[in-house]
T-cell receptor, first 117, second 109 residues
């Protein structure tokens, strides 16, 4: 597709279950980002990938959160033993490092709305 | 203190008004700055990058003040369609981008 896609679009799970969220970035975009947005709040940075490596994992809220990226493309964000406070919209974005002018516009996917009961 | 801070608003303005948003950042190593627009229950989309010398795109003007560590967005001749949340963002070296919580704008007829 032409844009960033994420799946599932909605996920309802029970407290204590594990969930996997998927992101397909724009083809050719080497940088990939994960954010979390709680109701009425701004974007909370979680992690970014440059290729398959994650230089900065500082935003991951706890060790229940992990992410990986394979083949420089698809990324998966995994939340283990979900808690109610994990309920939020999880947004993925991608960017290409060589856009005109050197500024890196991030293109966002539609997000995954996670609800933990 | 949050690394990027914005007035949450909401700003309620009539059509045709001029409205200004400010955003402050605390990390002096920040190199690039952006304004994103987010419509209700939609993903953010880039509105403008903010250049050191200031830049304008139609009715929108963005400015950067490195000494005071703030960026601003001016919207002239507001339209109903400008109603949205405006997020400022700063990026340090590398790709890590920090977003503010956003400022909500309502433009009314």
């Amino acid at each position: 597709g032409a844009g960033v896609s994420q799946s599932p679009s909605n996920k309802v799970t029970e407290k204590g279950k594990d969930v996997e969220l998927r992101c397909d970035p724009i083809s050719g975009h080497t940088a990939l980002y994960w954010y979390r947005q709680s109701l009425g709040q701004g974007l909370e940075f979680l992690i970014y990938f440059q290729g398959n490596s994650a230089p900065d994992k500082s935003g991951l809220p706890s060790d229940r959160f992990s992410a990986e990226r394979t083949g420089g493309s698809v990324s998966t964000l995994t939340i283990q033993r979900t808690q109610q406070e994990d309920s939020a919209v999880y947004l993925c974005a991608s960017s290409h490092p060589l856009t005109s002018g050197g500024y890196n516009e991030q293109f966002f996917g539609p997000g995954t709305r996670l609800t933990v009961l | 203190r949050k690394e990027v801070e914005q007035d949450p608003g909401p700003f309620n303005v009539p059509e045709g008004a001029t409205v200004a948003f400010n955003c402050t950042y605390s990390n002096s190593a920040s190199q690039s700055f952006f304004w994103y627009r987010q419509d209700c229950r939609k993903e953010p989309k880039l509105l403008m990058s903010v250049y050191s010398s200031g830049n304008e795109d139609g009715r929108f003007t963005a400015q950067l003040n490195r000494a005071s560590q703030y960026i601003s967005l001016l919207i002239r001749d507001s339209k109903l369609s400008d109603s949205a949340t405006y997020l400022c963002a700063s990026r340090t070296g590398g790709f890590k981008t920090i977003f503010g919580a956003g400022t909500r704008l309502f433009v009314k007829a």
